[in-house]
């Protein structure tokens, strides 16, 4: 009798343990949830002249933490995508010249960005164009 009522005991730990091991070990898993890309597109361009500006590091951040960065094409265009899980997002972009007198010398510029992608679906892209910045010369 003892035997029988600890296999069933160990047979009832077991599937508590199994059910409690799940639901803490995953509290903030993406495993499986529905992402949504987002891609930003804009043009790097002199403040005075409008002329694109080409070599110009562009640096994507989020509240989160994590950033990414791109350079600008010869036209000054760039674009930075990520995958997350659909909502609002605040973006910052920071412009930097980092080749300094190559394509002439400009000050960096950040801008903040508010992406709203909810109520897209699952591998479903949502573009954010028109993300330009103006930069102005460091004479």
């Not at 495993?31 to 949504?36: A, L, M, R």
């Not at 973006?91 to 992608?117: P, R």
Request: net charge negative.
């Amino acid at each position: 009798m003892k035997r029988f009522f600890l296999k069933k005991l160990s047979k009832i730990f077991v599937v508590i343990l199994s059910i409690l091991g799940i639901t803490i070990a995953c509290t903030n898993c993406k495993y499986g949830t529905d992402q949504v890309g987002h891609v930003f597109r804009g043009t790097v361009t002199d403040s005075v002249t409008s002329e694109p500006i080409k070599d110009i590091n562009v640096v994507m951040s989020l509240t989160d933490g994590w950033r990414d960065s791109v350079q600008t094409d010869a036209s000054g265009q760039y674009v930075i995508e990520f995958w997350d899980l659909a909502g609002t997002y605040t973006v910052n972009f920071t412009a930097n010249d980092v080749d300094d007198t190559l394509n002439g010398k400009y000050f960096s510029k950040s801008i903040q960005v508010n992406a709203n992608s909810s109520g897209h679906d699952n591998d479903e892209q949502v573009n954010f164009n028109g993300n330009d910045i103006k930069l102005r010369k460091n004479e």
